[in-house]
C-alpha cells in the first residue's frame, strides 16, 4: 500500500516537474535574448553581424569537426578597457578523418566555383542586354553621356595620379643622388686637405 501512494506521489510530482520542464526552455529563451540585446549594446555589434558571423564561424568548425550546432554558442563581451572579448562553447561530437575533411573542402569549392559561374552568367546576360538595348536605341542618352563623363573623369584621376606618383618618384630619385653626391663632396675636400 505504501508502494502504491509513493508511485502516486511520484506520478504527481512528476507532472509539476514537467510543467516546469515546459517553462524552462521558453526562460532560457528569453534570457540568451536579453543577452544578445544588452551584448549589442555594449559591444556595438548588430545582431545581423553576429548571426553572420555565428554561421561562418559554424561552416568553418564544421568542415573539420562534427558538432552540436544546436548548443553553439558565442558570446561578445565588452571588457573595463574598451577592448572586446569573443568566447565560443562548442559541443564537438567528433573530429572528422581526413579524408573526410577533403571531401568538404572540395564540396565547398565546388560550390563556390559553381556560384562564381552562375555571377559570370548573370553578368553576361546583363551586358548582352544592355548592349542590345543600347544597338537599339532603347537606353537613354543622358545616361550615355554621364557614363561617358564619370569613365572620362576616371581616366583624369588615374592619369593625375600616375603623373604624380613618377614626380614622387622622380623627386625622390633626386634627393638621393644629392645625399650620395653630398656624402661623396666632403671626402673629395679632405682629400685635397691632405695633398
Do not use: C, H, W
Not at 516546469?20 to 543577452?35: C, D, Q, Y
Not at 562548442?90 to 562564381?116: C, F, G, H, S, Y
Amino acid at each position: 500500500m505504501r508502494d502504491l501512494f509513493q508511485e502516486l506521489y511520484n506520478k504527481v510530482l512528476s507532472l509539476f516537474n514537467s510543467s516546469k520542464e515546459e517553462i524552462n526552455p521558453t526562460k532560457s529563451l528569453a534570457v540568451n535574448r536579453l543577452k544578445t540585446v544588452l551584448m549589442q549594446d555594449r559591444v556595438g555589434f548588430s545582431e545581423r553581424a553576429i548571426q553572420m558571423l555565428k554561421e561562418e564561424l559554424i561552416a568553418t568548425v564544421t568542415k573539420y569537426m562534427e558538432i552540436d550546432t544546436e548548443n553553439f554558442e558565442l558570446q561578445i563581451d565588452a571588457m573595463d578597457n574598451s577592448k572586446t572579448v569573443l568566447n565560443l562553447s562548442i559541443p564537438v561530437l567528433r573530429p572528422k578523418t581526413d579524408d573526410e575533411i577533403d571531401t568538404n573542402i572540395k564540396e565547398q569549392q565546388l560550390k563556390t566555383q559553381r556560384k562564381a559561374q552562375e555571377i559570370v552568367k548573370e553578368l553576361e546576360g546583363l551586358i548582352k542586354e544592355r548592349t542590345q538595348a543600347l544597338i537599339d536605341g532603347k537606353i537613354d542618352p543622358s545616361l550615355l553621356e554621364e557614363a561617358t563623363k564619370k569613365a572620362s573623369l576616371e581616366e583624369e584621376t588615374e592619369e593625375a595620379d600616375s603623373k604624380e606618383e613618377t614626380n614622387q618618384n622622380e623627386s625622390e630619385a633626386e634627393n638621393k643622388e644629392e645625399a650620395e653626391n653630398s656624402d661623396k663632396e666632403p671626402s673629395k675636400e679632405s682629400e685635397n686637405a691632405v695633398s
